[in-house]
């Protein structure tokens, strides 16, 4: 038996994934995961699962047939803090939440992101590509969860420590 000279072995963690096309779940390596894959709930089993987003069909039916006002507000919200970088009209923010089973769910989600957003960009002069690249991790986190958010970030044009700045306040409550 050889000797060992004292490392560890570097052992790759594996993720559960559902794939769409043969509604077949596997594990996969966490180093396979890719920018087009998100965390899902699926219909009829327990847990979550990494799925590909890009096999996603969008539901036209709306689940939804309006919102109160108040509800109504925190879309405006949501649009107002998030324009710069992800510029739909009221309408279109209003349509796709009223696509959504979970719309208060989902609207909480965004209205955290956009929270999160503000806080980071006003605190600091930033370029409109480094807003955008804030965004883009947002979009990640939303996505993922704090275990494997570092996983799937790419080089951008944050420090590291900006980027685990926006991680720590995005996850805050669950970190």
């Given at each position: 038996?050889?000797?060992?000279?004292?490392?560890?072995?570097?052992?790759?963690k594996y993720v559960q994934f559902f794939d769409l096309d043969t509604k077949?779940?596997?594990q996969i390596p966490l180093s396979k995961l890719t920018l087009n894959m998100m965390r899902a709930k699926?219909?009829?089993?327990p847990g979550i699962y990494w799925i590909d987003a890009s096999k996603v069909e969008l539901d036209e039916h709306k689940y939804h047939q309006?919102?109160?006002?108040?509800?109504?507000?925190?879309?405006?919200q949501i649009m107002l803090k998030l324009k710069e970088v992800h510029s739909?009209?009221?309408?279109e923010w209003e349509d796709g939440f009223l696509k959504d089973k979970n719309a208060?769910?989902?609207?909480?989600l965004w209205l955290h992101t956009a929270d999160v957003y503000s806080r980071f960009t006003t605190k600091r002069p930033l370029s409109l590509e480094q807003k955008n690249d804030v965004f883009e991790v947002l979009r990640l986190c939303m996505r993922?969860?704090?275990?494997?958010?570092?996983h799937l970030l790419r080089p951008m044009l944050l420090t590291k420590a900006e980027l685990q700045e926006i991680v720590f306040d995005y996850f805050r409550d669950t970190m």
């Open positions: 038996m050889p000797k060992s000279d004292g490392a560890k072995e570097k052992r790759e077949k779940v596997s699926i219909e009829g089993m309006s919102f109160s006002e108040e509800i109504r507000e925190q879309i405006r739909l009209s009221f309408d208060e769910g989902e609207i909480s993922s969860d704090k275990q494997t958010i570092f």
